[in-house]
């Protein structure tokens, strides 16, 4: 049996009193719904001395449509995300990516706060502590080695996070607040590039809540994931697509893949592949596959999470293909 440390609980109601507990406490965790948390802390891979849980501050909860905005608390439980007519409507992606997330129990505790901020993920650190001191500590915490990549000085470690790709690929906004100020940032702003921890947010800031900006009239959306098991894991590759269209036609459209890098990844070009193409005729599929040809040639997973990293490599134009189609109405997105 894996123990948790000692540390302190905090239970704060409000959010001015949630954000005076931060304001100025580098030791302190932040609890949402403890899915991922709470077995990093058994593992030592997180060890706070105060868990501040926001489970009691309700004014972080709920879906409200804001005039063209769809705003989703960062406390709302993936589960409530994933069957809210209102999101099935203004965002499928979303709706889709929420209702994939591990299992019905996880999808019932996590939030989509606590997904957007999820930790990323390799085979070298989400360990026991046991099994990491026996290998040696790596780069991530506590080591100067990365053992994914020989020599290599910025952490690799994934971002495994479904919410995220979907976000992207609706252009949403991000709301964080400290004790002092407010900030709105576009999502694909918030990560970067290193493992170690790849959120650019401040100490003290706390997400609020998520804004969608209303899509177009024919906006489309699905989400694909590859798995082991498909009713529980975290993505070995998870891909986003919206699709803009007119009369059939594609007006505009995104991408994003994710499990493949320390942020998620958009395909470069793909609205300009896209656009003009006709839904159900052989300019839609052609364009299709050549997305699906370039994510392969540009997407190299590397073998830093559970999973072969050239069955995964092989299986992005198949995923990425499908996805489009599903987007599409001309199939199912794929599950595992």
Known sequence: MLR????GVATPTTIAAALAILEGNDKAAVLAGGTDLVPNMKHRI?????????EGVEEM????VDGDTLVI?????LDEIAHDERVRSWAPVLAQAAGI???PQIRRMGTLGGNVMLDTRCRYINQTHFWRKSLGFCLKKDGTLCFVVAGGKKCVAAASNDSA???MTLGADLVFRSAKSERIAKIDQVFGGDGIYNKKVAPGELLIEVRIPRQSSGHRGAYGKLRERGSFDFPQLGVAVRLDTRDKVVADADVVLVALQARPLRIKGAADVLRG???GESSFETAARTIADRAHAHCHPMPNIPGDADYRHAMIPVYVRRTLLAAAGLGVAPRT
Do not use: K
């Not at 948790?4 to 540390?7: A, E, G, I, S």
């Not at 997180?46 to 926001?54: F, G, H, I, Q, R």
């Not at 608390?73 to 439980?77: K, Q």
């Open 4 to 7: 948790l440390p000692q540390f």
């Open 46 to 54: 997180a060890t706070p001395d105060l868990v501040l849980s926001l």
């Open 61 to 64: 909860r709920g879906i409200r």
């Open 73 to 77: 608390g960062a406390m709302t439980r």
């Open 101 to 103: 997330v591990a299992s």
């Open 165 to 167: 790709p979907a976000l």
């Open 277 to 279: 193409t006709t839904i």
